[in-house]
């Protein structure tokens, strides 16, 4: 996430108002820049003034006395008024009417805004990523060696994820986890290239993403490239440059079309 970004969602941020995923990736953009961390001091202290007692501006007594005067008219004068019966029915079907159609508006609305179960699980994915890299949760096995990794996964999942190591090409393996993607658990490879770290997510063929083949999305500053094989749906994030990680996936597919 960038300073920009930031500083557009600064004050949903303090006034709690952002999803987990803006929250974790703003706490971690404030800690490793200084000039959004100041940005963000300064504005917690108007925050927190804004909120205190000092600014709070009591009415005088005769503005009170005023005020409450002229609600008592303001009740007498509307008891007095009442509506013949069959108006006062016509009243109730129109308002009744005018509520169902905001209650029509609002649920067609709501259905045609709602996310896509693709855009949904591609959700899932960032969410998880970025969660990897902030609560040190980087791997379940730590290991550099494709055929320590693999077995691992053995009676911790319903299928056999692929494991490539791509070492000498300067993707080097540092191990693997599970996370729970798609409503089930699933198989997470973790690559690095330089200080760069690579998510590799593997699980079975996800039918939402079946119009997503060799497909690059960028979402919040993370690079996704998404492809399938007959059986499984991979999915590649990282903050590498895009053209980078292209470089990855190409390497990874080619070590997995060989025999």
């Known amino acids: 996430m960038n300073c920009d970004r930031v500083q ?26 200084s000039s959004c961390a100041q940005s963000h001091k300064n504005r917690q202290l108007v925050h927190d003034a804004i909120q205190s007692n000092s600014l709070a501006y009591k009415a005088p007594l005769e503005l009170q006395k005023r005020v409450r005067s002229a609600l008592r008219q303001q009740k007498n004068a509307g008891s007095m008024r009442i509506l013949p019966q069959k108006v006062a029915w016509r009243w109730l079907a129109a308002a009744t009417l005018f509520v169902a159609i905001v209650l029509i508006t609002w649920n067609v609305a709501a259905t045609l805004t709602a996310p896509s179960a693709a855009e949904t699980l591609i ?46 090409q300067g993707f080097p393996l540092i191990g ?18 330089g200080n760069h770290v690579i998510n590799l997510f593997i699980l079975p063929s996800a039918s939402s993403l079946s119009s997503y083949q060799n497909t690059s999305l960028t979402r919040q500053g993370y690079h996704l490239i998404l492809w399938h094989t007959s059986a499984m749906t991979f999915c590649a994030i990282s903050d590498l440059e895009e053209s980078q990680l292209q470089h990855f996936v190409q390497l990874l597919q080619q070590q997995l079309a060989s025999p």
């Open 8 to 33: 557009s969602l600064i004050d949903g941020y303090l006034d709690g108002e952002l999803d987990l995923v803006n929250n974790l990736a703003i706490e971690k953009h404030l800690r490793e820049c």
């Open 123 to 168: 959700q899932e994915l960032l969410s998880s990523h970025i969660r990897s890299l902030m609560v040190n949760h980087l791997v379940d096995v730590a290991s550099q060696d494709q055929h320590t990794v693999k077995p691992w996964f053995d009676g911790k999942l319903d299928y056999a994820p692929p494991v490539v190591d791509l070492a000498q």
């Open 176 to 193: 693997g986890r599970l996370d729970y993607l798609n409503s089930r658990t699933t198989a997470a490879l973790v690559y690095k290239h």
